[in-house]
C-alpha cells in the first residue's frame, strides 16, 4: 500500500507510540486521523507537528462501545473511507489478588473495555468500511507483557495476549476481502509517561533486562507500523512483532 493519501485512524494518538505513528505516517504523506479522550493540549500538540494538512483529531472515550462506532463513523464522514486503522490506545493498572474483589474486578472491567473491546469494536466497523473499498489494514498494539506474564498487572498481560489471538483471528477471517492484520509487541518504551512515573532505580531496572542498556523509542514502533501498513507487508498478515530489545525472546 502505498501511504500517500491514504487515510489513517490512530487511536491513543495524542503522545506516545501513538504521537510517533502520526508523525511517521504523516511524513509519508498519509492523512492521519489522531482519537484522544481528554488531552486536549497533547492533541492539538501532535496535530501541530504533523507535515501536510487535513489531519484531524477525534475526541472519543473508546471505553464507551457506542463513542466506539461513532469515532469511525466520524472518521468516514469526514474523510470518506479508513484505509488503516492502529489500535493504539491502552490502559494498565497495578492490582493483586491480594485486592479486596471489587477492585479487582474494576481492573479488570477497565483494562478490558479499553485493551480488548474497544480494539475489536474498532475493527468490526472500520473493517465493514474497508471491505466496501476493496482492503485495507489493521495494526493492534500489543505487548511483550502477554508472552512473560505481568504478575503485578495481570488483566494487562491477559488483555494483550488475548489482542494478539484476535489480531491472528482477524488475518485468516478478513484475508479474502484483502484486509491485513498485524501485531507489534513493545518492550517497555521511553514515552512521556514513562519518563514522569519511573523513578530512577525503576529505568535502570528497566534497561538492564535489555542487552542494549535501553528502553525502545516511540519511534522505532511507529517504524514497524509503518512497515506494516506499507506495500510488501501482505504477506505478513497474521505476524506479531516483538520490538523489546531482546529483553525477552519467545520460541
Not at 482492503?135 to 489482542?163: C, D
Amino acid at each position: 500500500m502505498d501511504l500517500e493519501n491514504k487515510y489513517i485512524l490512530i487511536t491513543g494518538g495524542s503522545r506516545g507510540i501513538g504521537k510517533a505513528t502520526a508523525l511517521a505516517f504523516a511524513e509519508k504523506g498519509a492523512t492521519v486521523g489522531i482519537n484522544y479522550h481528554s488531552d486536549d493540549e497533547a492533541a492539538d500538540t501532535t496535530l501541530g507537528l504533523l507535515k501536510g494538512k487535513n489531519h484531524k483529531a477525534f475526541k472519543y472515550d473508546i471505553a464507551n462501545r457506542e463513542e466506539v462506532r461513532r469515532l469511525v463513523q466520524d472518521f468516514i464522514n469526514t474523510y470518506g473511507t479508513i484505509d488503516v486503522l492502529v489500535n493504539n490506545a491502552g490502559v494498565s493498572a497495578f492490582h493483586s489478588v491480594e485486592d479486596d474483589f471489587e477492585a479487582w474486578d474494576r481492573a479488570w472491567d477497565k483494562i478490558l473495555n479499553v485493551n480488548l473491546k474497544a480494539a475489536a469494536g474498532l475493527t468490526y466497523w472500520a473493517s465493514r468500511e474497508m471491505i466496501r473499498h476493496g482492503g485495507g489494514r489493521i495494526i493492534n498494539v500489543s505487548s511483550r507483557g502477554a508472552f512473560r506474564g505481568e504478575p503485578t498487572k495481570p488483566a494487562y498481560a491477559a488483555s494483550k495476549a488475548a489482542l494478539n489471538a484476535f489480531s491472528q483471528s482477524m488475518a485468516k477471517a478478513l484475508a479474502h476481502h484483502k484486509i491485513y492484520v498485524f501485531a507489534v509487541a513493545p518492550g517497555f518504551t521511553e514515552t512521556d509517561m514513562a519518563k514522569t512515573t519511573l523513578t530512577e532505580r525503576e529505568r535502570e531496572r528497566l534497561m538492564e533486562e535489555s542487552p542494549f542498556k535501553r528502553m525502545a523509542q516511540p519511534e522505532e514502533v511507529a517504524h514497524a507500523i509503518v512497515y506494516f501498513a506499507s506495500e510488501g507487508a501482505e504477506y505478513s498478515s497474521g505476524a506479531i512483532l516483538d520490538i523489546n530489545g531482546a529483553s525477552y525472546l519467545r520460541t
